[in-house]
T-cell receptor, first 115, second 113 residues
Framework: DAGVIQSPRHEVTEMGQEVTLRCKPI?????LFWYRQTMMRGLELLIY????????DSGMPEDRFSAKMPNASFSTLKIQPSEPRDSAVYFC?????????????FGPGTRLLVL | KQEVTQIPAALSVPEGENLVLNCSFT??????LQWFRQDPGKGLTSLLL?????REQTSGRLNASLDKSSGRSTLYIAASQPGDSATYLC????????????FGKGTHLIIQP
């Protein structure tokens, strides 16, 4: 299995631009998580889906952030408009077990820099 | 709200030593606890997962223990090697309506050759 796939791996954009991050979970996994990692705050959960349905988006920092999972093999995290404070590494993770429990498998992350 | 703390923040030891990394969490009502390894500029690799009903898990030179009542977990690394150098993160899963992981800030480990 290829593991969790994220694209792009690196993104540099200017303040005010729209940014879309993509994730392909491990085939057969039915839970998907988006996390953000910064030096100041560490790793934080943004949102997670079970069977393509958003369950908890309380970690999404602002209305500028939105996430979708149109099918079991694809999810997007969109930031519009982007701001310099959004600069971070964004990780996607997936899990096979039903809620809760089971190992979460992480993708390599997308390193976002907003100038 | 669950909070996870890891001590020490950084650790440097000579190769061959046995070492213990500590993790504490404020809400003992966890479903499981997971230890990860993160190499510089890389993603997270799962090392061990301990269910709330378990006391410990072992994988090779790694042993993780869990004491829910005291809100603590430890990761024991035996016979450390330079390849063990990385940041080690622990994460608590509180389950229920909060199914994501709450992470500690990590312990940055350097094993000196």
């Amino acid at each position: 299995d290829a593991g969790v796939i994220q694209s792009p791996r690196h993104e540099v954009t200017e303040m005010g631009q729209e940014v879309t991050l993509r994730c392909k979970p491990i085939s057969g996994h039915n839970s998907l998580f988006w996390y953000r990692q910064t030096m100041m705050r560490g790793l934080e959960l943004l949102i997670y889906f079970n069977n393509n349905v958003p369950i908890d988006d309380s970690g999404m920092p602002e209305d500028r952030f939105s996430a979708k999972m149109p099918n079991a093999s694809f999810s997007t995290l969109k930031i519009q408009p982007s701001e310099p404070r959004d600069s971070a590494v964004y990780f996607c993770a997936s899990r096979s077990a039903p809620s809760p429990g089971g190992t979460q498998y992480f993708g390599p992350g997308t390193r976002l820099l907003v100038l | 709200k669950q909070e996870v703390t890891q001590i020490p923040a950084a650790l440097s030891v000579p190769e061959g030593e046995n070492l213990v990394l500590n993790c504490s969490f404020t809400d003992s009502a966890i479903y499981n606890l997971q230890w990860f390894r993160q190499d510089p500029g890389k993603g997270l690799t799962s090392l061990l997962l301990i269910q709330s009903s378990q006391r410990e898990q072992t994988s090779g030179r790694l042993n993780a223990s869990l004491d829910k009542s005291s809100g603590r977990s430890t990761l024991y690394i035996a016979a450390s090697q330079p390849g063990d150098s990385a940041t080690y993160l622990c994460a608590a899963n509180s389950g229920g309506g909060a199914d994501g992981l709450t992470f500690g800030k990590g312990t940055h480990l350097i094993i000196q050759p």
